[in-house]
């Protein structure tokens, strides 16, 4: 069984399919995964509950809104069977979590570090300043102290804090409760031109295991069908997202409730940074 899912792990793209018995095939099981937000980096999970390829594996599934700080925990807890946040997976693994990260569709964090305050013109003015992230420990931190580091500036220099979803980010870096934020795509559709400016850009500087597949150690070695299923769903989901454009915008749309043209942008934003076929 290890070597069939080892199979998929080593494609990124292309469709793989591969037969189930057909009491497997028939059988609905419960799944509960996160995304760590509403927006294109995760139009693939939007596009497999709206064309049925869950259910097409016999899953039955719940799609939870979580920091990656947050799913990971509660992947390790067992509340949650897969955590698209694999960048915070990963490190937590590093530190001795019991998780493996078994698929990256992204890897590269799609974020610019922005102040909105005057005197703060450079990565080396944000230390002893607060950052806002969505959870700690998240892929927003990681990449923040990842730049950080490659700019020769210790990460633990400054505070990290967690300020929620876009919306709040945002309302927190204009009203000054935070220094600096990371921005995405999404904040970028919103806000037309940002008020401030940008320190750094980890899109262009970084690269780890940004958006993926996580799932704990337990599960792997108890249920890798239920695995195997699951990550047959990703690949496909993946595919057509990345493929039908005009199809893909209107299901993203649907789970962000903003209008076509942030989709879009949000959209073309995203397909250039999936990773590709090694």
Partial sequence: MM?????????ITGVIILELPAAIAAAEEKVRFSVAAVTGSYMDEFVAIEKGYHREEGLAVEMIRAGGGIATQALIAGDLHFSTS???????????AEVKVIYTNIDRPGYQLWSAQPELRSLKDLV?????????GDTQELSVRLLLRKHGINPNAVAYIPVGFGGTRLAALQAGTVDAVPL?????????????HML???????????V??????????????????FLRTVVKEREYARRNREQTIPIIGKYTQRNREFNEIDYDSTVPVLTTKN
């Fill in 3 to 11: 070597k069939r899912l080892l199979v998929i792990l080593g494609v």
């Fill in 86 to 96: 694999a960048g915070s997976a990963l490190g937590a693994m590093l530190r001795g």
């Fill in 128 to 136: 002893g300043k607060k950052i806002g992230v969505t959870s700690r």
């Fill in 184 to 196: 995405g795509a999404g904040d970028f559709a919103q806000l037309k031109q940002p008020k401030g």
């Fill in 200 to 210: 750094g850009d980890t899109e262009k500087e970084i690269r780890f295991a940004y």
């Fill in 212 to 229: 993926g597949l996580a799932v704990s150690n337990r599960l792997l070695a108890r249920q890798p069908n239920l695995v195997e299923r």
